[in-house]
């Protein structure tokens, strides 16, 4: 073969390219049916408890006349609160390790590789965590809304801590530099132009670190395990049961009628997290129009 | 608000002399004695003796790695910026040691504005970028008066008044980088310093920006650090060539100045056959 000829590319090569975007496309095609065969098996099984008394009803031992009302609104103080208490902390921490740390510092080290950890620690010990501290022992909440929101802020603190700090990262350092040089504090140029220009990527780590908290019943059960709660939160003291753990009891419950009213207890979680998840795309998108 | 430390003269900037370069140099802004800057203990620059003059545009040249940006860096303390970044030697403003401990370095860079190699406006609309400076110095005033007269003395106000509330991002690299130094001067600074600021622009945007210089030297002291060795000599006053040394077993590389003088001594007569060599292209 002459050098100036540009080589055809072989038989094998095309099968192979071709094989590796196939098993591609295979991997992400097992993940999205999965997820469809859940939901449509959720919408159908629970189809003919989901209407409007699954929303507005309390729970009741009779299963015709039970509802997840105070389970919904259980989840919206419990999680709501969880926002309240995890943004700031995780963003505070998020500013601390990427604008004043000094990385050659071992405690600054040391703090990365523990959060690191923690986001890794399974549920049910921040559970134990919770009841050993927000429950009993330490601050001796008891079984309330605010003990809930404080185990589930263990939680996912780490995980909104290093979404914010990828975010953080994500803005060029010239923004930074471009700030001090007009005479910014450092203050100044983190409170107004990097945190700013980090918003999009904060938002939806949090957001998506408020999903995982929705989801869970592990540590809230163990918490205080409420389960027939007849009544919505009133304040950050009250009794409360939120969605996972109403599903996980009518499903261990032997009548049928309740397993159905599980799935669109279910289908309604279902909602709620997708809804969470539009509002996240929706505020990066807004945000990055605007620059 | 306590006084600032570090001051400018209390005539400047408001009465500069309009000398096109032509008037005797008079005090120097910036007085460089003897300065050397060190990275991580690694010298970078050495013993460097400059002057830099209001309504001069001085130009630092010399070859890749030879410490130009690190001197540039040295005038608003942004090297302040890079960990184990040691400064020894006298850098006077006006008389005063920016590098005194008692100097906040937030104040220094206040009076001098910096404007870089490649544009980064910030990721906000074209007046915010410009309003940015002079909000968070707390200036007085009407505050789009400032963004006008800012981008009018950039040469940039008849281009974007009709989309000020636009993102500085669609505007090209140009016209952001004037965007830049119109950020620079909305600050009211005495001294601007520019890093390459055209290595990123083509021929037409960088004939526009030298234009600009021209018009900004009535105002301000300049200081450009510079590749383009036409670039320097078609604007430029006063021009500092600088040098690589290899030190102690070609171990470090240390950048020094060989020769210092008025623009047009360096490019036509020059004192030290390193500096014709350079400028002549015959290295580098």
């Known amino acids: ?291 | 608000m306590t006084d600032p430390v570090v001051q400018r003269p209390v005539a400047a900037p408001d009465a500069p002399p309009a000398t096109d370069g032509a008037a005797p140099l008079g005090e120097p802004v910036f007085r460089l004695r003897g300065v050397s800057v060190a990275y991580g203990g690694t010298p970078a620059v050495k013993d460097i003796d400059l002057d830099v003059h209001a309504s001069r545009i001085t130009a630092l040249i010399g070859p890749s790695g030879c410490g130009k940006s690190t001197v540039l860096r040295c005038l608003n303390r942004m090297n302040d910026l890079v960990l184990d970044a040691r400064v020894a030697g006298q850098v006077l403003y006006h008389g005063q040691d920016i590098y005194a401990s008692h100097v906040d370095p937030v104040e220094v860079r206040k009076l001098v504005g910096m404007v870089f190699q490649k544009p980064n406006p910030f990721p906000k609309s074209i007046y915010d970028n410009i309003a940015f400076g002079p909000r968070v110095l707390g200036m007085k005033g009407d505050m789009d008066e400032i963004v006008e007269r800012a981008l009018r003395r950039a040469a940039l106000w008849d281009e974007v008044k009709d989309r000020l509330k636009q993102s500085a991002y669609g505007m090209s690299g140009g016209q952001q980088q004037r965007l830049c130094i119109a950020r620079a001067l909305a600050t009211n600074p005495d001294v601007i310093l520019m890093d390459e600021p055209c290595s990123a622009l083509d021929p037409i945007s960088t004939a526009r920006i030298e234009d600009l210089l021209l018009e900004l030297r009535r105002s301000y002291a300049i200081v450009i650090v510079t590749h383009n060795m036409q670039q320097a000599a078609r604007v430029s006053d006063r021009t500092a060539f600088f040098t690589v040394d290899l030190d102690e077993g070609e171990r470090h590389r240390t950048g020094r100045i060989v020769e210092f003088d008025a623009t047009e001594k360096i490019f036509q007569n020059p004192a030290d056959p390193r500096t014709e060599a350079y400028v002549t292209g015959k290295v580098g």
């Not at chain 1, 629970?46 to 009741?60: A, C, I």
């Not at chain 1, 299963?63 to 709501?80: K, R």
């Not at chain 1, 080290?109 to 959060?115: K, Q, T």
């Open chain 1, 1 to 291: 073969m002459s050098a100036t000829q540009i080589a055809p590319t072989s038989q094998r090569e095309r099968l192979l390219g071709g094989l590796f975007r196939a098993s591609l496309f295979v991997s992400l095609a097992i993940g999205i049916l999965t997820l469809c065969w859940l939901m449509l098996s959720i919408l159908i099984e629970g189809w003919p408890r989901l209407n409007q008394d699954v929303l507005f009803h309390f729970p009741s031992s009779n299963p015709e006349l039970a509802g997840a009302q105070s389970a919904i609104m259980g989840t919206i103080w419990v999680v709501g609160l969880t926002a309240l208490i995890t943004i700031p902390l995780g963003v505070g921490a998020a500013v601390y390790l990427e604008e004043y740390a000094d990385r050659d510092r071992w405690w600054n080290r040391l703090i990365e590789l523990n959060i690191q950890n923690l986001a890794a620690v399974p549920s049910i010990v921040y559970g134990i965590l919770g009841l050993a501290f927000f429950v009993r022992g330490f601050l001796g909440l008891g079984q309330t809304v605010l003990a809930a929101a404080l185990t589930l802020s263990l939680l996912v603190l780490p995980i909104v801590i290093i979404s914010s700090r990828e975010a953080i990262r994500a803005v060029p350092d010239s923004i930074r530099q471009g700030a001090l040089a007009l005479g910014a504090t450092q203050w100044q140029t983190i409170w107004r132009q990097v945190l700013p220009a980090a918003i999009p990527g904060m938002a939806t780590g949090s957001i998506l670190a408020l999903s995982r908290a929705i989801g869970e019943a592990a540590p809230l059960v163990l918490l205080g395990g409420l389960t027939f709660i007849t009544f919505n939160p009133e304040g950050l003291d009250s009794a409360f049961t939120v969605l996972p753990i109403q599903i996980f009891n009518w499903i261990s419950r032997p009548q049928d009628e309740f397993h159905v009213l599980a799935a669109a207890a279910i289908a309604v979680l279902l909602v709620l997290l997708v809804a969470m998840n539009a509002v996240a795309i929706f505020l990066r998108n807004k945000y990055q129009r605007k620059w």
